[in-house]
């Protein structure tokens, strides 16, 4: 037993000086040759890993990553440090393969060797030598959930731990542990829905509970519990051009030691060369209180392969450890579980629910040339709750027609200011596709862009270089080229012409707009003089448009006279124009007239007070 302790003492100084040198600071507990770390892209950014967790080192970091991993991988890393040590990782991720496509394996094997160790008996005499190591044999798997807050990965590694001193005693140590973890790219969860998807798309968050069951390892009764480490971290991807940069943030929680912070970044760069892709790195790790740096290449020649090769470079505030030097090989293969995936299993997908999530995956990894389409898709069936959120990712028509619905939806309900907020939307995103490709836009589109500009008043705009590039003749868009000549200096003739051709188009009038062109046609002949002509435009209103206008007509102005049963009408305001004429032709009988038929007829009427007033003061004259 005294051996074993011993040998036990010798372990424990040799992975604290050697945990020392991996920059982990406060070494020494059970188990950490877990914790110097693995894998080029984390090291390099001052192991800052846990919310991107994208490579084959995702089973010693975070087993939830394994379907982030874009396509199979294996890397290997193999490092010669200080007192003939060695450190070496082997790491196979295999996604989606074996146990189906929403699901992800992966295998791995992290070594620490110290050989050569001088034995001697009690009395010095020379015995030979011995080797000390511990090494974790972990297999990893992970499940993929995808619904309408995001996409959520979530999955297990199990280590096997094996300790040993061949030479010295043939007695061996094992124990065995669980890793946890998670990863989430949130996209309409609904505390976060306040963001606009573009710039929460690129965000992925992620957590580990490392040693959620506590591996007890050692030689004989004297038995270590490794402590348990809780880590979460975020990444965020930023596209700047031809480059990608990603920003990286992790914070960690161990027994008895102060609260570890690392961040790093990742800059993928420009091809200088067709097949080649650089990578640069750079990261600070609290724990050893110093910068790291890492880069690489990735080298994509091969047809149904990929090979990476790149370094990590970790400085030591102790000059007498050195400064830490490793390279690392990578190797793609297979198929690649990228943006095409997703859009290609589409067509093979039993329910609307499956087709719905491969389409988040697509708009998930943003941008790309399949967002639009995707985009389009969850907006327009998969996902109408969030149309708008979808719709405002990709821009253009479609997100312009939302706008331009709710506006009039508000403009329904008598919310004007409201109205003219969404018509302002709108007519950003429709002058942004009319900038861009002015043929591109339907004649339709041009009229809806039309109408949100007339709500905003801005009616020479509407007329002069919107409405004009509308070729084919309809009661539309004659009846909105009269209202905006209508409210324009020196545009009565206009206003005429078109109010006179709307009223005379042939076809089906479906939102009232031959009655409110008659309406206009007379408030234009009332403002050119003409009160004859204009006395029996409103007369045939007031004889044939009685009844309340249709619920969808363009509401411009607003004409609602009872706001509880959401009720227009445009008798009364032709009634009201009547008086006017009769007064201003001096017929002081006929106006009262007018105005007494308001309270009579339509006493729910708007304007009513107002014409009972009018009435009241012609009256009253001598």
């Known amino acids: 037993m005294a051996k074993i302790k011993t040998t036990m003492v010798l372990f424990t100084l040799c992975t604290l000086c050697i945990g020392s040198a991996f920059a982990q600071g406060d070494a020494g507990q059970p188990g950490e040759f877990t914790r110097y770390g693995v894998g080029a892209r984390a090291l390099g950014m001052g192991h800052a890993f846990t919310g991107l967790a994208d490579d084959a080192g995702v089973m010693y970091w975070n087993p939830a990553g394994l379907m982030n991993v874009p396509r199979k991988q294996f890397t290997s890393m193999y490092t010669n440090l200080f007192l003939d040590s060695r450190y070496t990782y082997l790491g196979l991720a295999l996604p989606r393969t074996l146990v189906g496509p929403d699901m992800g394996i992966g295998f791995g094997w992290v070594n620490l060797t110290m050989a050569d160790f001088d034995q001697r008996d009690a009395d010095n005499v020379p015995m030979g030598s011995f080797d000390l190591y511990e090494q974790a044999f972990m297999a990893s798997g992970a499940r993929e959930w995808v619904g309408p807050w995001g996409v959520l990965n979530y999955g297990l590694t199990m280590k096997l731990i094996n300790q040993a001193f061949p030479g010295y005693i043939s007695e061996q140590g094992w124990g065995f542990g669980i890793d946890a973890g998670l990863t989430f790219r949130p996209i309409n969860m609904p505390v976060l829905k306040l963001i606009p998807l573009r710039y929460l798309m690129p965000l992925q968050v992620g957590a580990v509970l490392q040693n959620a069951v506590a591996p007890r390892v ?58 080649t892709s650089p990578r640069l790195r750079a990261g600070w790790n609290s724990r050893s209180k110093a910068p790291t740096f890492g880069g690489g290449l990735k080298l994509d020649y ?19 450890l050195g400064n830490d030097f490793r390279l690392f090989l990578s190797i793609d293969f297979g198929q690649s579980y990228g943006v095409d995936y997703f859009n290609s299993r589409v067509a093979d ?71 003219q907020n969404q018509a302002e939307k709108a007519v950003k995103e429709f002058a942004s596709a009319f900038r861009r490709n002015r043929a591109g836009l339907s004649e339709t589109d041009l009229m809806n862009y039309s109408e949100c500009l007339i709500m905003l008043e801005r009616y020479r ?15 539309r868009s004659f009846y909105l ?34 009655a409110l062109a008659y309406l206009h046609l007379g408030q234009v002949q009332m403002a050119d003089g003409n009160y004859t002509a204009a006395l029996e435009t409103f007369q045939f209103v007031v004889d044939t448009y009685y009844s ?28 009201y124009h009547m008086a006017e004429c009769y007064q201003r032709l001096g017929d002081s009988r006929n106006a009262a007239k007018a105005y007494a038929k308001i309270n009579r007829f339509f006493p729910f009427s708007s304007i009513v007070e107002q014409a009972n007033e009018r009435l009241k003061r012609i009256l009253s004259e001598p």
Not at 493 to 510: H, P, S, T, V
Not at 559 to 574: C, F, G, P, Q, S
Request: hydrophobic content about 35%; charged content about 25%; aromatic content about 12%.
């Open 218 to 275: 050692g030689v004989g009764s004297d038995k270590d519990t490794y402590p348990i480490a809780f880590r979460w971290g975020a990444s965020y991807r930023i596209p700047l051009q031809d480059w990608t940069v990603h920003v990286l943030y992790d914070q960690e929680y161990l027994e008895n030691r102060s609260t570890g912070h690392f961040a790093g970044f990742e800059a993928v760069t420009p091809q200088p060369f067709p097949g």
């Open 302 to 320: 091969l047809n149904n392969a990929a090979i990476h090769l790149d370094f990590a470079y970790a400085l030591k505030p102790d000059d007498a």
């Open 349 to 419: 997908e039993p329910t609307d629910r499956l087709r719905a999530a491969d389409y988040l995956q697509v708009i998930s990894r943003f941008p790309n040339d399949q967002v639009v389409a995707s985009a389009e898709a969850l907006g327009g069936q998969y996902d109408t709750t969030n149309v708008v959120r979808y719709y405002r990712l990709i821009g253009g028509l479609k997100l312009a027609d939302r706008y331009f619905l709710s506006a009039k939806r508000e403009l329904r309900q008598n919310k004007i200011q409201s109205a």
């Open 461 to 475: 705009f509407a007329s002069d270089t919107v409405l004009i590039e509308v070729e084919t003749p309809s009661l």
């Open 481 to 514: 080229k009269g209202v905006c000549y209508k409210n324009q200096e020196a545009g009565g003739d206009e206003a005429l012409e078109a109010l006179r051709n709307a009223i005379d188009f042939e076809g089906r009038d479906q939102k009232s707009m031959r």
């Open 548 to 575: 309340p206008l249709d619920a969808d007509y363009p509401r411009y102005p607003v004409y609602l006279d009872e706001k509880d049963r959401n009720l227009h009408v445009i008798a009364d305001d032709a009634l």
